[in-house]
């Protein structure tokens, strides 16, 4: 017993896993695309086919794109809206909405909660809806889901007598080449549109059958029956009076022949809408019977708001068939039951009127404010150029006023530079170039200074050329000039440290020693007159031999004065002369001659 059961469970077990696996079968991605789009297309169109592709979606929903499932959440609550169950529909469609990321899915919802809105006859909700999706619409490059969208706003412009925005809407999508599916749809909008604008003539008869037939080829059964229906009712108001009872006969035909392949729970707006016409048109042809069977038919069944029209037209006819019969209490009821079906009427055309009003009010509001928003950042934006403006201003400025300090400081550096070396030109002995009398004085005059301060010693002797007079006469000016030159670099290029060489005049220059003693300078001076007399002149006519006299004064005696240093000095270089030349003489206070080199060839004494 216990083994037959374990064995019924295993093939129950069995059998669900087949039927699992069979459900879940492998799909790869791009087809769930077209099996989406599949579920899209026939939504409204054929349930069966819709149901079916749902059922194989969920079967498969793990191994969905997060933007599929999302898509196919949004397929599900709209089939709670096709089963009729339009409050749940909003309530999820509205969460749904806050949850998904897809930009297309979003736009999906609020298009289709504009079409649920208006079934609610929530209006504002309805032109809110819209709104939203126009704007978003532009963000997203899909032309089918444009398309879509396009449909579903005409649709809804229509269900809130918005007539020339539903007839522009599908105006935009006819010029923009759809599938023949919507291609359909569109034209039909556009059509109900012109006649609910009475924008249409009766002779155009052959061009909307046209259109309700092409509707039918593309299985779109309720699309097509909606726009017979208005088609015919709109002829029907046409006929005058005097109509012949077979043109009447032709609409009961034509209208009869309506509905024949819609679901008839989905859509029992549609098929009030037919009942009511033809009610209307049993009526006009005297066929009471029939005129009642069908107005009553409307009043049993569909009490809901969206079916007044229909319903009031009913009553209608139901009043006159009563006045007819000379019922008239009967007729009164009617009268007053479609009385409160037109103030409802009159309430909710109102209603619609002012939500449309309303939202683009608010939307006037909107773009005020932000055109304000706009002005007000036009305003900073000048305010930032200008500020802009100022600060490359000062900076140009600062620019400008560095450049001229530059330029100033650059004249002025160049003035100094110019002026220094005009200085030292002043200073410099232009045939020698080292220092003449003036640089002497200025230069020996301020180391006199220093050096006093530190006590350090400085020497100052004379060296006058022997007998150059014999050179200028002998040899000529130039060639003396020439000399003067020579003699100088060869004493000044062996110049050692701490002696400065100038120029006092003529053939006369003075040789300045500091920090170290008279007997060094002395050495140092010793060596100079040798290597004028030892120079090699070059070979000429008249062989140039020279010697140099050197007048010795040092700061031990003359103190730290320039004046005394010469005196001193040219006093010491007499001295040499008169000693016979070529030798260097000290000063001495009581007159004594000190000679360093007593080998002068031309003493004088
Ligand atoms: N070529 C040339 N000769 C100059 C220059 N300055 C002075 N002399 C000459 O130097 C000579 C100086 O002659 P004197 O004063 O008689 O002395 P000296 O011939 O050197 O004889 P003592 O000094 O007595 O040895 C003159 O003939 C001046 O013309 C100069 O710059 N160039």
Redesign the pocket.
Known sequence: MNRELLFKQLGTLILLSVSLFLNAQNIPYQDFDQLLIKADQHKAASKQIFDEALQQLQNNRTQLSNEQKEFLDYLMIFNQAYDGRYDQAVEDFENLFNRVDSTFVKVRIQSSLSNLYAFNHNYRAVFTALQYVTTELPKLDDKELKHTIYLATANSYLLTDRFLLAREFSEILLKDNPNPFKRCRAMAYRQLADIKLNNIDTSEDKAVQDIIRFCQSQNQMAVSDLLALNWYEYQFKQLNEAASSESINQLIAAAENTCLDIDTKQFKSIIAGKEALLAQLYLAADDIRSAQDYAQSVVQDNNQLGNSEHIQKAYQVLETIARRENNFSLAYEYLSQRSDIERDLMTDSLDKQVAYASVQHDLMAKEIQLQQLSQTNELLKTQQALAAKESLNQKLIMAWLALMVGLLLFWVVRAIIKRRKLESLVEMDH?TKIYNRKGLEEHVGQLLIRKSGQGVPVHLAIM??????????EC?????????KFVVYHLKTNLPGGMMLGRL????FAVIGHGFGIKTMLEHLELMRKRVKNLDYGESEQPISLSA?FGVASSETAGYSMQMLLTQADLALYQA?RAG?DQVVVYQPDGTKIPTVPDGPDSEQ
């Open positions: 045939l006058d050329l022997d007998h150059f007079k014999k050179v200028n006469d000529g000016h130039l060639t003396g000039d020439w000399v003067l005049g003529g053939e006369e006299s002369k030349r």
